[in-house]
Structure formats: structure tokens, C-alpha cells
């Protein structure tokens, strides 16, 4: 197809020599050179700079693609003119033009209609757009276009070399009606210190479909970025040191972010998202380590965020996830899931609101070095159907997790017919410390423990864990039954009882008959008109 470039037009006779920001080039009149219609016939010169750029003097690391429906003034400012018809040929020219250290290529407000994708194989270099977030601020810039899988919009990658470097994608909006990925770094080249800012994605609700393929995505940020209506948001392949901020999303058939490879030091802050009980929230697998989930508002999700593997591929290592809002998930609001034999580890939950959750709020398994903290979790189990039997605000499920804390926590169902059976569910029996947790409400107990269980539970609203009280065994008897108001059975070596007065007739007192509800304090004879007194202390 005829494609159409502007380029400087000048008669200049010989050759001579300028200089430009103190750079000497060699400009010489080419008519044979020149072609500011690609493919017509013209004799007007150009102004040719030795090397491999061909554009406007002064202006050496920067190209300006003008769009076909820019404004007269872009297109006479622009040194590529795009004509409304694959577009991508223009911005390509531009990308292409810019020496192998990069340089911008500067997008006008407007639409490119793209029938293929943009390539980026060299380092340092900006693709960037006009930010048209309406009111006074300029139109912004579009890529429209149907782009089918294998395909996507935007790669950065070189087939040729191990490492690229110094990507910035700024201020624009890709819409693509096709299923064709939006943008993709790798996976032949590992990506550093790049960024992409102010990108808007709208799909066409294909499941596989990623707005952002980031197979390789080290030291880097994504910021200021919108998604709307595909598979997935970000599909991680491998990440290190990186940053992802700000990023609304809705509508996503398969979550925010899907994770795999090896994750570290990544840090993921201000997702607002409505998922519409599509897809997953915030999906952490792979090999993780040092990872931050913080800040977040994720409403109706299948689960709010979930990490760790159902596969031997290892746990993760130094999670935390804290001050997340997640609001009505069909699943658990957060669930970290593991093998036996590839634990999770050093597990942060702090701070976190978790709201009319379907399931559990927080569900665990199989983890060591846990801490549940400071968590609000409202109104859980709201699904009652017949495969979900164990609706609770926190499940812990390891069968040997050690070092587990789950402390100052509230676990509330204030609804007129209670969905929530338990406030906790602690399934482990190597121990655990359970202590100063808020819970009301629960159907069936507000904690269930796993029978064994050896570690520490104590001072837990809703939950009585120690009582005490007086007792008398009056005349005529020679044992009184005590209410311990216990929310288990305590064992006898729990229970101390102390007389408070002589014992009347009675010289010998012991405790039998412990149970659910109740224990026994017993005397050798009837103690006389005067009774027998005592005190007494329960704890679980």
C-alpha cells in the first residue's frame, strides 16, 4: 500500500557543513533521495542527515507521528503523517528511524487504525501519546484495531538479544476488538528499567486475552493504568524489583494480575477493581519471595487475593498482604494455598476488611511463621449450599503449620439469620496462639479446634477460654455441679478450687464429673447446716 511521509523540503545547491547544538553534519541536496510521497514521483529535495534518520533539523531524538484526524497544527509540526490505514506502518517508520539507543517517538492526539502490531527491539526508547482525560486537558491519543492471537498490539523484544533496556510507554489508549494481547515485553528478551504510565486497555471480553504480557519485567514500573473488559490484566511471566501502582480494572474474566515464573521484591499498591465474580483479584504463583500486596479495593471477585501453588513448584516466601478492602467474593476473601511438602512461609495478613464473602474470609493452608493481624472480617459463609460446610472468618487448614498467630482480629456476622458457623476454624495441632480476637455471631461456636490442639488460646471475645466463681455445697448434699461458662471442655487439671471457709463437718473436698457445661465440686460428708464455701478458676 502507498504509505505517505513528511519530511523537511528544501533546495539547498552544494554541499556544506552546519552544526546543530554544536554537532557538525553534512547536508547536501538530494533529489534523487527525496520522496515525500512514498511511492509518486517527486524531485523536491529533502534536507538528508548523514546517518540513518531522515527528518526535521533539530530534533534528533525525537520523531512526531501525526495521526489522520489531528489537528492541522500536529500534522504540519509532525515528521510522519499517518493516513488512517495501517497506521502501525508510520509509528513503525518512527521507531525504526531512531538510532539503536533509542530516542521518542512523540504520538499526536487522535486515532491510529492498526491492521498489525508495533515492534520496539532497541533500548531507550518512548512511545508516547497525548493523556485526553477530558475537561481542559488535550484529546487523547487511540490505537483502534482487531488484533487476533498470536498477535499483540505493542511487543518489546528482540529475537537477537539477551537483554533489552530503557522502555517507556506513556499516555494512550489501545483499543482492540480482536482477542490479540495489548502489550507484550519478551519473551526473548529480559526487560529492565522500563516503564509504561498512563496506558487505558479496553478488550473484547476474551478470556485468554492479557492487557499486559509482561514475560520479562525487571526493575520496572507500571503506573496510572486502566483496564477494562478482557481475560486478564497483567499475566506475569517473571518479575524482580518492580513496582505495579494505581491500576483500575473492571471486568476482567480472569482476574487483575496472574503470576508465574519467579516473583521477587515486587511490590502491588492502588488496584481498585469490580470484577463483576469474574475472575480471580490478585493471583500470586510461582516461585515468590518478598512480595507486598498493599492498599488495594477489589470488589466482587472469586477470591480477593490468592497466592501459593496447588503444585510442587514451592511455597512463598515472605508474603505480605495488608490494608486490602475486598468486598463480596464468591470464594474467600484471601486464601494462601500450598502443598505439604512446599510450605508457605513468613506470612503477613495485617490489617486487611474483608466483606459478605461467599466462603471463608481467610482461608491457609499448609503454612509456617503465619501472622493474622488487626483483620476485620464481616458477615462470611454466605453461600449455604451443601458444599460449603465450614463457613467461618478465618480456616486455618495446615496439618503441621508452626509458629501461627491469629490476634486482634474482629469477626463479625450482624445479620438477622447468622451465614457465619465459626469465627475461627483451627484445624492444625501443632500448636498456635489464638489470643484477643473479636468474635460475634457464629451459628455453631465462635472458635473450633482441632482436637490435640497444644498451643495457646486465651482472652478471645466470644470465645471464653477462663472463668471464675463461688460455689457452696449446702447442707444435705455432699457436692455441688458448677457452670465454668467455658467455651470447651476444660480438663481437670485446669480447674482450681480453693475453700473460703471452713469446710463444717467436712474434712476432705475434690473435683470429678467434667464436662461440656459443667464440673463437680465434691465433700467426704455433709458439711453441717453452715455449708461449704469455695471459690474456683477455669481455663481451657
Known sequence: MLKRFLTYSSRIVPPVLIAIFGIVFLVRA???????????????????????LQ?????????????????????????????????????????????????????SEGTFNLSSGIVISSDGLTLKGQAGQGGNKAPGTYFETAIDQPNSVITVNDIGREVQAGI????????????????????????????????????????LQSAFLLNSF??????????????????????????????????LFDGIFDTQGTLEELVITGVVADLNHHGQGIRIRGITRNVLVKDNAIYRPNSGIIAGQVRNEGGVDNLTITNNLIAFPKDAGI?????????????????????????????????????????????????????????????????????????NNQIIDDQNSATM?????????????????YIKGSSLS?????????????NNYG???????????????????????????????????????????????????VGASTFRINVNVDPGSSGANFSWLAKI
Open 30 to 52: 538530494s533529489p534523487s533521495a527525496t520522496t515525500t510521497n512514498v511511492g509518486e514521483n517527486s524531485t523536491t529535495p529533502s534536507v538528508i542527515i548523514s546517518g540513518s
Open 55 to 107: 527528518a526535521k533539523t533539530g530534533r534528533a531524538a525525537t520523531l512526531v507521528v501525526a495521526a489522520s484526524n489531528g489537528t492541522q497544527s500536529s500534522k504540519e509540526q509532525a515528521d510522519f503523517v499517518a493516513d488512517g490505514r495501517d497506521d502501525q506502518v508510520e509509528i513503525q517508520a518512527a521507531i525504526d528511524a531512531l538510532s539503536s539507543s533509542g530516542g521518542t517517538v512523540q504520538l
Open 168 to 207: 517507556t510507554l506513556e499516555d494512550f489508549w489501545i483499543r482492540n476488538w480482536g482477542n490479540g494481547d495489548g502489550i507484550v515485553f519478551g519473551p526473548d528478551s529480559a526487560i529492565f528499567d522500563s516503564r509504561i504510565e498512563g496506558v487505558n486497555f479496553l478488550g473484547n471480553a476474551y478470556h
Open 218 to 251: 525487571h526493575s520496572s514500573v507500571a503506573t496510572d493504568i486502566s483496564i477494562t473488559n478482557t481475560g486478564i490484566g497483567f499475566s506475569l511471566g517473571g518479575s524482580k524489583r518492580s513496582v505495579f501502582s494505581n491500576i483500575m480494572a473492571n471486568d
Open 335 to 407: 486464601r494462601l494455598e500450598a502443598m505439604p511438602e512446599d510450605k508457605n512461609k513468613y506470612i503477613q495478613i495485617i490489617g486487611n476488611k474483608i466483606i459478605s464473602g461467599s466462603k471463608e474470609g481467610i482461608i491457609v493452608d499448609n503454612s509456617d511463621n503465619l501472622q493474622i493481624i488487626d483483620n476485620q472480617i464481616i458477615n462470611p459463609g454466605q453461600d449455604s449450599g451443601a458444599g460449603n460446610t465450614r463457613r467461618s472468618g478465618i480456616s486455618i487448614d495446615n496439618t503441621n503449620g508452626r509458629n501461627i498467630t491469629i490476634t
Open 421 to 437: 458457623q465459626y469465627g475461627i476454624y483451627y484445624s492444625n495441632t501443632s500448636g498456635g496462639y489464638i489470643s484477643e480476637n
Open 446 to 458: 465462635g472458635i473450633s479446634l482441632a482436637d490435640g490442639f497444644t498451643g495457646v488460646i486465651r
Open 463 to 513: 470465645f471464653a477460654t477462663e472463668n471464675l466463681g463461688t460455689a457452696t455445697v449446702n447442707s444435705d448434699s455432699t457436692y455441688v455441679d458448677v457452670a465454668h461458662g467455658l467455651a470447651m471442655t476444660p480438663s481437670l487439671s485446669s480447674i482450681q478450687v480453693t475453700p473460703i471457709s471452713n469446710l463444717g463437718n467436712a474434712s476432705k473436698f475434690w473435683i470429678s464429673n
